[in-house]
């Protein structure tokens, strides 16, 4: 069996479709008439005071960097999909914890916004203003401070970038728990912020677990230290730390933390496999964790348009299963501490699927280059989706039975609404199958158009949780979903959540706009 | 190599040790002049109005079982270890979400303290009342409800036994995520409340992690349902079951939970391992990490102390490695897909250490019931010790260098106060070797004796505290280590717990006296 699957990953590369190639021609054309548009924003809240001259010179006192005016804060305003900009006037970029701190209490006590930010790689508009807001910017805090090697926990300031920390964990026999496309950019503190998932998540499970102390600044500069006696287990009180986790810096200021890393599995496979259908994608999971059980590390999904934008953009990459008629591609990664034990579950797992049918086709990759490159069609999704066009990108989970279901019934609303996928839009669907996690991603050649985008919101955010599913399985809220929140969280949850915004920021002043619909803060 | 390590299991049992029969009759003797008296509590509050007639009447109208009375309140008003006795007066046990809503609605508009009540196994009187606070025992919501198969997510009421769930996760091939001595009376939802740990933890990790929704109702009555969609990622907003989790029914009362299981592995192998010493348990763990790595599934330990606690009470154990000079059993169990695949990295694990010298001799248990045997000697020890006499049960973490340690301290420290280990006390250390959580029991003999508590307390939690431990690893604070948070949580933190309290809870009617100071309540 494993001689039918082998094949070797460098087959020809399969020509970019003919209407991608159209595609990328109109998108041009577009892109001369304009950027997309900001979206729409939260007003102002007049709660929040203006900056003045005085403040500025009051953090040169306080911040070891401060940056001023409209050119150097420019990075800090856009997000990287170039979707959200801000217009804060002053960055801040402290070394310290008590830099943080001091910074925190000027600005609660003048009623100053503030938004934390870390790598700046969401994509839910989270970690840009929505205003004026001063950024606080966590980058320069990015030492790793210690480690245990016989526990695997690393202590670290929030703003160690993840590719960093991994490199660090693997020197040491370890691995970071977590791993995602923006590894290179984004920082620990945001990965925590926004209780990122990623690609490892089906074998280590949530930062929920793996994390074991946060250290965060309060809305009024009260430093509260859950960080210093990094233990597994620790049942001293109320889990502050969580309450962080996922508060996308609402709540507080992340500045230090502590992750419990697994150990560096020493053998790694990966195999990329041919479904023609979801049913097989789903087919293909469920024996994969029967058969790879314990080392199963990864298993992610991408559908064809999602595939072709990959191949259109990384021209030096190409599908070792092209030419076939399967609508979807696996991917399954393998990594234990017997390689040969390993290669033998994944020749069962192989056996078993090509028995039952769920899986057409398949490569295993022969080598960790090879295997790199197999990750890259996979991880090159998003920012492939992004460069071609306009891109709306919903993060939802489901039931597995309706995953791709939503990726089929939006193409046919928009066809229905005079959008239909191929010329001017592509409609994408990947993700992490082993988590229930969808990306459907849909791409506007032509750029911002609103009644594309009337066609699809509110609907795809109805449609989920009318299936039972999440509007944001990891990316979080941002200030893109706050309006959403609600299909997901009954009421009680919702006010609940207001109370402890208020008992812990009782001036709204970290990263108003964002996770909580502001009307909710408003005073009863 | 595999030769010199599978002994049979049913070896001689070793007789018990003339010293531990002498102790036994000193018990005897000394339970003649009594039980051991109540430990100090803390005094009620006039905060809480007295239960009337009127209340029972009321109580009647809303929950479909009320016990009423000394002998029907007795069972639920002393915990299993005969250690803390409260005296409720009525005993609430509703058997559903709303019966519960109704019942804290109307408690918190009466002040009527309640203290919410599982399987009653805790360990630090967190689950019983101190005065008279109305029980409320979610004993009859036992229902599991829902099952995923894809996901392996079951939804469940918070009164489901977890021996049970494991039952019915093993007949759909999953297994619950969790494992302690006391699966077959604790219920799902005081593990989730006390954030139980227990011996899968180094395998599967924290409940943190497992858990992927909680319904709880607030002490006014409020119910929050964040468990209707239970999936593995769901970013929409705070983490509320977080903050639930581990709070020991302070923060409100957990009424229904979704548990995500892993598959249950088909096989299953335990080891029992004899280390001279605490290095060779240290240097047996480091091994078994790197060459069980991800079959790993769990790594316990006990010293001779605890051992000959079991081997005294359980009659029909053994120890197939008795009549070694060596101090420390490690027993080690492994649990994958593939039992060739696991035996074989058991036996490169043993065989490495044989060599390295850790691990002086071993066997492997031949069958599933002498497995269970083996187990029976690990898990038997906290019974054991708790029927042998007034005990000190301190659960621990610390960093691995220091774990032993405290034993060894303890020892010393008491026999320095006229307490030598042996005669009339036994002073033993066992526990997760993998999570570095020790527990430290002291046993006396005669019964509760004042000097021996005050050379013990607080020294134990601020020795703790020094070495870089937590003064609770899994057990939680219950009633018991409240004056001790200040050791392992700085002042902002407890000031912060106390702020979130306060909002989830104004009338402060939940589980009063328990993990937080009553002082850091009292109004400022």
């Not at 192989?350 to 080598?367: K, N, Q, T």
């Not at 991880?379 to 990108?393: H, I, L, P, R, W």
């Amino acid at each position: 069996m494993l001689s039918r699957a082998r094949r070797v990953a460098d087959a020809p590369r399969a020509a970019a479709s003919l209407r991608h190639a159209a595609a990328a021609s109109l998108r041009r054309a577009s892109r001369l008439f304009g950027a997309a548009p900001r979206l729409a924003v939260a007003e102002r809240s007049a709660r929040y005071a203006e900056l003045s001259s005085d403040d500025v010179a009051a953090f040169r006192t306080m911040a070891s960097s401060v940056l001023e005016g409209a050119e150097a804060c420019r990075p800090y305003n856009v997000d990287w999909m170039s979707k959200w900009e801000g217009r804060a006037r002053v960055v801040l970029r402290p070394a310290s914890t008590a830099e943080v701190s001091a910074i925190l209490k000027y600005c609660d006590a003048r009623r100053l916004a503030v938004v934390p930010q870390g790598g700046k790689t969401g994509l839910v508009g989270g970690s840009v203003p929505v205003h004026d807001e001063v950024v606080l910017s966590l980058a320069r805090m990015d030492r790793i401070e210690a480690f245990d090697a016989d526990t695997g926990v690393a202590t670290m300031e929030a703003g160690v970038v993840l590719g960093d920390l991994d490199a660090f964990l693997r020197e040491r026999g370890f691995v970071a728990p977590l791993d995602l496309g923006a590894s290179g950019t984004c920082t620990v503190g945001g990965n925590l912020a926004t209780n990122a998932g990623g690609v490892r998540f089906v074998r280590y499970g949530s930062l929920r677990g793996s994390c074991v102390g946060v250290e965060f600044v309060k809305a009024d500069g009260t430093v509260v230290d859950c960080a210093s006696v990094p233990l597994r287990k620790d049942n001293t009180g109320y889990a502050l730390p969580q309450l962080l986790i996922g508060s996308e810096g609402t709540l507080g200021v992340i500045t230090r933390l502590a992750l419990a890393a697994p150990p560096r599995p020493s053998a790694v496979s990966v195999a990329w496999l041919a479904c023609d259908d979801f049913d097989g994608v789903r087919g293909a999971l469920a024996l994969a964790r029967r058969h790879l059980a314990e080392v199963l590390s990864a298993i992610e999904f991408v559908d064809g348009n999602a595939l072709r934008a990959v191949l259109d953009r990384e021209r030096d990459l190409d599908d070792p299963l092209a030419g076939g008629a399967a609508r979807f591609r696996v991917l399954v990664e393998c990594a234990g501490s017997d390689g040969a034990h390993d290669g033998a579950k994944l020749e069962r797992f192989l056996e078993a699927a090509f028995d039952d049918g769920c899986v057409s086709d398949g490569v295993l990759a022969p080598s960790a280059t090879k295997a790199e490159r197999l990750w890259r069609l996979r991880e090159g999704v998003s920012d492939s989706m992004t460069a071609a066009g306009f891109v709306y990108k919903y993060d939802v989970s489901l039931p597995h039975a309706h995953l791709y279901r939503l990726v089929d019934e939006c193409r046919d609303r928009l066809a229905a609404a005079g959008f239909p996928d191929g010329e001017e839009i592509n409609v994408a669907g990947y993700g992490h199958v082993g988590d229930a996690n969808l990306h459907l991603n849909v791409c506007d050649f032509f750029g911002y158009r609103e009644p594309l985008r009337a066609a699809l919101e509110p609907w795809v955010f109805e449609r989920v949780a009318a299936l039972g599913g999440s509007v944001s399985a990891e990316h979080g809220v941002g200030q893109c979903k706050t309006d959403y929140l609600h299909l997901n969280k009954p009421p009680p949850a919702l006010a609940l959540m207001a109370e402890l915004k208020r008992a812990m920021d009782p001036n709204l002043i970290l990263n108003p706009y964002k996770v909580l619909p502001p009307a909710l803060l408003d005073e009863p």
